[in-house]
């Protein structure tokens, strides 16, 4: 899925795990979804704002799970290919909501950006109205980029 080389390694970033890697730039095959993220990390007298990409639901609930006053995701976008959001090409778009959707026997994750578009990855027989359950992964309001940081929230 990611590309990129040995030299491109950046300084980890202490939102993840000890086995996540930063990379400086990457290569991705553009097939299906990935996220832009913007961070922001707050020191005492300066705060500086830079942006990761990841892939995989999994990357983006650790990813906010482990805000904290001194580094906070400001801002998700889901970067989608073309046989996801039926464009003819890749897009990039605020994204509001991310939850998987379970329906008997079948799985898909639901998209929905802030343009109201909402898009299926998964079975496509999946029927998000019908869904039997659902499991939030991620939305806006969990970004405390937007806010400062209390704790005591």
Known sequence: MFRTYDWAEAISVPLFEDDFRVWTYIEYDVGGVWFHVQIEERERTKWRRFNL????????????????????????????????????RLMME?????????????????????????????????DPARSDGHD??????????????????
């Open 136 to 153: 939030l992964i991620f939305a806006s309001s969990m970004c405390l980029g937007s806010q400062l940081f209390d704790p005591s929230r």
């Open 53 to 88: 990409m990841i892939s995989g639901e999994f990357a983006l609930r650790s990813l906010i799970a482990r805000q904290s006053e001194d580094l906070v995701v400001v801002d998700v976008q889901l970067v989608s290919a073309s046989e996801v959001n039926n464009s003819g």
């Open 94 to 126: 605020p994204l509001v909501k991310a939850e998987h959707l379970y329906q008997k026997r079948k799985k898909g994750v639901l998209y929905e950006v802030d343009s109201g578009r909402r898009y299926l990855v998964g079975d496509p027989t999946l």
